[in-house]
């Protein structure tokens, strides 16, 4: 139980272009999804919380307008990369917390992660 | 100072050996806390979550809470190769986000 899937596992975009990556809950619903960018052997860095039905809250220096988040229903969230560069090159993770509290308070479910790279 | 503290290492130990790895944090209010395992090019998978202070024991795994000292540790019985990972550990005071150390890279040698 307690799956957590991202679509697409690698994306390569030319700089420029939009990318839009999805995370489903599988098995649960997820009234909170949390969206994380990992660079290489560094810990996970939390970029937003995303709500279903409402706004995203992200965090201080994550430009709201350049990583556009989504969570129209209890199981998909929705991370946009607007006009790509290649820093935006990363490993992008999301997490799911269960509705019911399953595994406990706070607990997360993550997704296996999306890299994405812009040339 | 960062609010949790963890040694990156790496850490390398023979097969079967008991690996220790520990946390340190600062915010008394941290309540809930877990353990995640991350290998390479891959999400974290939880491993433990425990509430306030005790030890809980799952198969080869111990977690360890001490809120006293504000210390946390996972213990890993008969380590196995496929035990060789990123571990992170991880917190929270009950406010949704999670906390989260450096991660430990350990190797288990055959």
């Known amino acids: 139980g307690a799956v957590v899937s991202q679509h697409p596992s690698r994306v390569i975009c030319k700089s420029g272009t939009s990318v839009k990556i999805e995370c489903r809950s599988l098995d649960f619903q997820a009234t909170t999804m949390f969206w994380y960018r990992q660079f290489p052997k560094q810990s996970l860095m939390l970029m937003a919380t995303?709500?279903?039905?409402?706004?995203?809250?992200?965090e201080q220096g994550v430009e709201k307008d350049k990583f556009l988040i989504n969570h129209a229903s209890l199981t998909l969230s929705t991370l946009t990369v607007t006009s790509a560069h290649p820093e935006d090159s990363s490993f992008y993770i999301c997490s799911a917390r269960d509705l019911l509290g399953r595994g406990g308070t706070d607990t997360q479910y993550f997704g296996p992660g999306t890299r994405l790279t812009v040339l | 100072q960062k609010e949790v503290e963890q040694d990156p290492g790496p850490l390398s130990v023979p097969e079967g050996a008991i690996v220790s790895l520990n946390c340190t944090y600062s915010n008394s209010a941290f309540q809930y806390f877990m353990w995640y395992r991350q290998y390479s090019r891959k999400g974290p998978e939880l491993l433990m979550y425990?509430?306030?202070?005790g030890n809980k024991e799952d198969g080869r795994f111990t977690a360890q809470v001490d809120k006293s000292s504000k210390y946390i540790s996972l213990f890993i019985r008969d380590s196995q190769p496929s035990d060789s990972a990123t571990y992170l550990c991880a917190m929270s005071a009950g406010a949704q986000k999670l906390v989260f150390g450096q991660g430990t890279r350990l190797t288990i040698n055959p």
């Open positions: 425990t509430y306030s202070s």
């Open positions: 995303s709500n279903e039905g409402s706004k995203a809250t992200y």
